[in-house]
Protein backbone atom coordinates (compact mmCIF):
# COMPACT_ATOMS: atom_id res chain seq x y z
CA UNK A 1 0.00 0.00 0.00
CA UNK A 2 3.25 2.60 0.64
CA UNK A 3 4.05 1.82 -3.43
CA UNK A 4 0.67 2.58 -4.13
CA UNK A 5 0.29 5.57 -2.37
CA UNK A 6 3.80 6.51 -3.55
CA UNK A 7 2.87 6.07 -7.17
CA UNK A 8 -0.76 7.27 -7.14
CA UNK A 9 0.96 11.01 -5.15
CA UNK A 10 2.48 10.99 -8.73
CA UNK A 11 -0.89 12.53 -10.26
CA UNK A 12 -2.31 15.51 -9.32
CA UNK A 13 -5.18 14.10 -7.64
CA UNK A 14 -6.76 14.68 -4.24
CA UNK A 15 -9.83 13.89 -2.38
CA UNK A 16 -9.15 10.42 -1.81
CA UNK A 17 -7.94 8.47 0.83
CA UNK A 18 -6.38 4.47 0.53
CA UNK A 19 -7.63 1.96 3.34
CA UNK A 20 -6.99 -1.65 3.55
CA UNK A 21 -7.71 -3.76 6.69
CA UNK A 22 -7.40 -7.03 7.21
CA UNK A 23 -10.76 -8.70 7.69
CA UNK A 24 -12.06 -12.41 8.31
CA UNK A 25 -15.39 -13.62 6.45
CA UNK A 26 -16.79 -17.12 7.12
CA UNK A 27 -13.15 -17.94 8.32
CA UNK A 28 -11.38 -16.58 5.37
CA UNK A 29 -8.80 -13.94 6.33
CA UNK A 30 -8.59 -11.50 3.47
CA UNK A 31 -7.53 -7.71 3.38
CA UNK A 32 -10.32 -4.93 2.94
CA UNK A 33 -8.94 -2.21 0.14
CA UNK A 34 -11.55 0.47 -0.24
CA UNK A 35 -10.65 3.99 -1.77
CA UNK A 36 -12.29 6.69 0.22
CA UNK A 37 -13.11 10.35 -1.04
CA UNK A 38 -15.16 12.94 0.38
CA UNK A 39 -18.60 13.51 -0.94
CA UNK A 40 -20.02 11.48 -3.83
CA UNK A 41 -18.29 11.80 -6.49
CA UNK A 42 -20.57 10.20 -8.91
CA UNK A 43 -20.42 12.56 -11.76
CA UNK A 44 -23.09 13.86 -13.75
CA UNK A 45 -23.10 16.68 -16.05
CA UNK A 46 -21.89 19.10 -13.84
CA UNK A 47 -24.63 19.70 -11.61
CA UNK A 48 -24.78 20.03 -8.12
CA UNK A 49 -20.92 21.23 -7.86
CA UNK A 50 -20.20 17.78 -8.66
CA UNK A 51 -16.46 17.45 -9.84
CA UNK A 52 -16.77 17.14 -13.63
CA UNK A 53 -13.93 15.04 -16.02
CA UNK A 54 -13.87 14.93 -19.45
CA UNK A 55 -11.57 12.22 -21.56
CA UNK A 56 -9.15 14.75 -22.37
CA UNK A 57 -8.52 16.18 -18.88
CA UNK A 58 -8.23 12.59 -17.65
CA UNK A 59 -5.32 11.92 -20.58
CA UNK A 60 -3.70 15.00 -19.69
CA UNK A 61 -3.90 13.98 -16.17
CA UNK A 62 -2.23 11.12 -16.66
CA UNK A 63 0.12 11.89 -19.14
CA UNK A 64 1.65 15.00 -17.34
CA UNK A 65 2.50 12.58 -14.41
CA UNK A 66 5.53 11.77 -13.60
CA UNK A 67 4.43 7.84 -13.54
CA UNK A 68 6.37 5.16 -15.59
CA UNK A 69 5.67 5.20 -19.09
CA UNK A 70 3.72 1.64 -19.04
CA UNK A 71 1.89 2.32 -16.27
CA UNK A 72 0.93 5.42 -18.18
CA UNK A 73 0.29 3.36 -21.03
CA UNK A 74 -2.13 0.71 -19.94
CA UNK A 75 -4.06 3.04 -18.03
CA UNK A 76 -4.61 5.66 -20.82
CA UNK A 77 -5.59 2.45 -22.90
CA UNK A 78 -8.66 1.16 -20.15
CA UNK A 79 -9.69 5.00 -20.80
CA UNK A 80 -9.79 4.78 -24.32
CA UNK A 81 -11.81 1.33 -23.96
CA UNK A 82 -14.00 3.32 -21.16
CA UNK A 83 -14.51 6.31 -23.37
CA UNK A 84 -15.07 4.52 -26.74
CA UNK A 85 -17.99 2.44 -24.99
CA UNK A 86 -19.41 5.70 -23.11
CA UNK A 87 -19.20 7.60 -26.19
CA UNK A 88 -21.41 4.81 -27.95
CA UNK A 89 -23.94 4.36 -25.39
CA UNK A 90 -24.16 8.27 -25.51
CA UNK A 91 -24.39 8.37 -29.19
CA UNK A 92 -21.14 11.19 -29.12
CA UNK A 93 -17.63 11.48 -29.66
CA UNK A 94 -14.96 10.51 -28.00
CA UNK A 95 -13.77 14.08 -27.40
CA UNK A 96 -17.00 15.25 -26.04
CA UNK A 97 -17.81 12.15 -23.36
CA UNK A 98 -18.49 13.30 -20.08
CA UNK A 99 -17.36 10.41 -17.76
CA UNK A 100 -20.08 10.32 -15.67
CA UNK A 101 -19.15 7.67 -12.48
CA UNK A 102 -15.95 6.91 -14.56
CA UNK A 103 -14.49 10.90 -14.14
CA UNK A 104 -14.83 10.40 -10.32
CA UNK A 105 -11.75 10.64 -8.09
CA UNK A 106 -12.47 6.91 -7.17
CA UNK A 107 -11.74 5.78 -10.69
CA UNK A 108 -9.06 7.52 -11.81
CA UNK A 109 -7.27 6.21 -8.83
CA UNK A 110 -9.09 2.44 -9.47
CA UNK A 111 -7.53 2.56 -12.93
CA UNK A 112 -4.30 3.91 -12.49
CA UNK A 113 -4.00 1.91 -9.29
CA UNK A 114 -4.56 -1.56 -10.64
CA UNK A 115 -2.15 -0.25 -13.83
CA UNK A 116 0.58 0.43 -11.00
CA UNK A 117 0.14 -2.95 -9.62
CA UNK A 118 -0.17 -4.97 -12.53
CA UNK A 119 3.78 -3.31 -13.05
CA UNK A 120 4.64 -4.06 -9.57
CA UNK A 121 3.91 -7.24 -9.74
CA UNK A 122 5.06 -7.98 -13.42
CA UNK A 123 1.54 -8.75 -14.39
CA UNK A 124 1.66 -8.90 -18.50
CA UNK A 125 -1.21 -11.64 -19.64
CA UNK A 126 -4.84 -11.66 -17.91
CA UNK A 127 -7.09 -15.61 -18.44
CA UNK A 128 -10.33 -14.84 -16.99
CA UNK A 129 -13.52 -16.96 -16.57
CA UNK A 130 -16.64 -16.08 -18.05
CA UNK A 131 -16.98 -12.58 -15.98
CA UNK A 132 -20.68 -12.68 -13.67
CA UNK A 133 -22.23 -9.69 -14.45
CA UNK A 134 -25.06 -9.69 -11.88
CA UNK A 135 -28.63 -9.21 -12.78
CA UNK A 136 -31.85 -7.18 -11.55
CA UNK A 137 -30.98 -3.25 -11.42
CA UNK A 138 -28.59 -0.48 -10.40
CA UNK A 139 -29.35 2.98 -9.12
CA UNK A 140 -27.02 5.80 -9.63
CA UNK A 141 -27.02 9.16 -11.51
CA UNK A 142 -28.65 8.16 -14.73
CA UNK A 143 -32.07 7.12 -12.87
CA UNK A 144 -32.08 2.86 -12.26
CA UNK A 145 -30.83 0.87 -14.85
CA UNK A 146 -30.94 -2.95 -15.49
CA UNK A 147 -27.72 -4.47 -15.17
CA UNK A 148 -25.72 -4.79 -16.77
CA UNK A 149 -24.89 -0.79 -17.53
CA UNK A 150 -25.29 0.20 -21.37
CA UNK A 151 -21.15 0.81 -20.98
CA UNK A 152 -20.27 -2.33 -19.22
CA UNK A 153 -22.46 -4.44 -22.12
CA UNK A 154 -21.02 -2.38 -25.03
CA UNK A 155 -17.26 -3.45 -23.14
CA UNK A 156 -17.47 -7.16 -22.89
CA UNK A 157 -19.47 -7.70 -25.91
CA UNK A 158 -16.88 -10.41 -27.31
CA UNK A 159 -16.13 -11.56 -23.81
CA UNK A 160 -17.86 -15.06 -22.22
CA UNK A 161 -20.06 -13.45 -19.79
CA UNK A 162 -22.80 -15.05 -17.21
CA UNK A 163 -26.26 -12.70 -16.15
CA UNK A 164 -29.10 -12.75 -13.63
CA UNK A 165 -27.15 -15.93 -11.45
CA UNK A 166 -26.73 -13.42 -8.51
CA UNK A 167 -28.88 -9.79 -8.28
CA UNK A 168 -26.69 -6.40 -7.95
CA UNK A 169 -24.27 -5.04 -10.12
CA UNK A 170 -21.03 -7.55 -10.32
CA UNK A 171 -19.24 -5.69 -12.89
CA UNK A 172 -18.88 -2.23 -13.46
CA UNK A 173 -17.84 -0.28 -16.35
CA UNK A 174 -14.43 0.57 -15.02
CA UNK A 175 -13.55 -3.30 -13.54
CA UNK A 176 -14.94 -4.24 -17.47
CA UNK A 177 -12.24 -2.10 -18.90
CA UNK A 178 -9.37 -2.96 -16.91
CA UNK A 179 -10.40 -6.87 -17.40
CA UNK A 180 -11.18 -6.56 -21.04
Known amino acids: IDHLEQELSKLDLDGYKLVAEEIERQGIQGINFRVLTGKSEHVSHGHHGDIHRG ?60 CVGFEYLGVEHFYSGPLNLGGGTVT ?41
Not at 71 to 78: E, G
Not at 87 to 99: D, I, N, P, T
Not at 155 to 179: C, D, H, K, N, R
Request: with cysteine.
Open 55 to 114: YQEICTLIGKSDLGAGIKARALSIFQRLGEAEAKVHGCSLESVHFHEVGAIDSIVDIVGA
Open 140 to 180: FSHGTWPVPAPATAELVTSFPTLVGTIQGELTTPTGAAVVT
